[in-house]
T-cell receptor, first 115, second 109 residues
Framework: KAGVTQTPRYLIKTRGQQVTLSCSPI?????VSWYQQTPGQGLQFLFE???????NKGNFPGRFSGRQFSNSRSEMNVSTLELGDSALYLC??????????????FGEGSRLTVL | DAKTTQPNSMESNEEEPVHLPCNHS???????IHWYRQLPSQGPEYVIH???SNVNNRMASLAIAEDRKSSTLILHRATLRDAAVYYC??????????FGTGTKLQVIP
């Protein structure tokens, strides 16, 4: 069974540009969530999608957006990049996201560097 | 959001048991307690979860206080491969999952 796949693994952008990251969940998983990981802030929740609907959103500015397609694949977009957006972006999928069934499977992440 | 508090770092000798504590005094009755760990250069991986009773699996044990305001992840025999950041999180209903900064476990050979 294939795991969670994130692309690209590494990318370098400059301030003001935008970036799109992709996540393919484990087959059959309908919930996809995104996290930002930085050395100082740890793992911070960005948003969660289930069946193409955003169900939860973290405390990030509107420059961070996402979507989920009918095949459960998800993308996140960051517009007008800032230096502080440099981070590892992790995607996780799960069958559901309720308390007992929440078993998150993470991808290896997309490491974004903003120059 | 329900919050958890963990020590920033802990050390253990190899092949000794490790007890990783987590405080969650604002836990609600429907929150499950989950533990994940993140090995270097990898995404986090699921370890164990529970609601009220203590739980065991092949990776670890989870001891939950009677009032549920704290829990302890127990690694019975730490190995060098257990060196990781361990996260205690609460999950109940359809809510955003907050990981926090976790406990960095160092295993000494």
């Amino acid at each position: 069974k294939a795991g969670v796949t994130q692309t690209p693994r590494y990318l370098i952008k400059t301030r003001g540009q935008q970036v799109t990251l992709s996540c393919s969940p484990i087959s059959g998983h309908r919930s996809v969530s995104w996290y930002q990981q930085t050395p100082g802030q740890g793992l911070q929740f960005l948003f969660e999608y289930f069946s193409e609907t955003q169900r939860n959103k973290g405390n990030f500015p509107g420059r961070f957006s996402g979507r989920q397609f009918s095949n459960s694949r998800s993308e996140m977009n960051v517009s007008t990049l800032e230096l502080g957006d440099s981070a590892l972006y992790l995607c996780a999928s799960s069958l559901e996201s309720t308390g007992d069934t929440l078993e998150l499977f993470f991808g290896e992440g997309s490491r974004l560097t903003v120059l | 959001d329900a919050k958890t508090t963990q020590p920033n770092s802990m050390e253990s000798n190899e092949e000794e048991p490790v007890h990783l504590p987590c405080n969650h005094s604002t836990i609600s009755g429907t929150d499950y307690i989950h533990w994940y760990r993140q090995l270097p250069s990898q995404g986090p991986e699921y370890v164990i979860h529970g609601l009220t009773s203590n739980v065991n699996n092949r990776m670890a044990s989870l001891a939950i206080a009677e009032d549920r305001k704290s829990s302890t992840l127990i690694l019975h025999r730490a190995t060098l491969r257990d060196a990781a950041v361990y996260y205690c999180i609460l999950a109940g209903g359809y809510q955003k999952v907050t990981f926090g900064t976790g406990t960095k476990l160092q295993v000494i050979p």
